[in-house]
Nanobody, 119 residues
Framework: QVQLVESGGGLVQAGGSLRLSCVAS????????MSWYRQAPGKERDLVAASVSGGTTNYADSVKGRFTIARDSTRRTVYLQMNSLKPEDTAVYYC?????????????WGQGTQVTVSS
């Protein structure tokens, strides 16, 4: 079983920065994707950024040039550096991991961390 623990959320003024962290524990397949999603009140959960274990990254258009996703050397911690934050970035941010097991595709979620950007 995979456990994802997020940290780093908080309250920041518009234009400020925050860095989110997500640590994955448990047995994880080498080929995996770690991502950040966010969900604002009354809205769907949307992909913010993704990091494939081979190195490829992908970003939502709304955060390109402002957010950066990266992993540490263990490949079990994923960060989301968020710069030039806007009030519309306010949401609960969730860490997500997709990998494969003998039973097939597996998807795991963290508990979420609140990010609030004041204007």
């Amino acid at each position: 079983q995979v456990q994802l623990v997020e940290s780093g959320g908080g309250l920041v003024q518009a234009g400020g920065s925050l860095r989110l962290s997500c640590v994955a524990s448990g047995s994880i397949s080498e080929g995996n994707i770690m991502s950040w999603y966010r969900q604002a009140p009354g809205k769907e959960r949307d992909l913010v950024a993704a990091s494939v274990s081979g190195g490829t990254t992908n970003y939502a258009d709304s955060v390109k040039g402002r957010f950066t996703i990266a992993r540490d050397s263990t490949r079990r911690t994923v960060y989301l550096q968020m710069n030039s934050l806007k009030p519309e970035d306010t949401a609960v941010y969730y860490c997500n991991l997709v990998d494969a097991t003998t039973r097939g595709r597996r998807e795991s979620w963290g508990q979420g961390t609140q990010v609030t950007v004041s204007s």
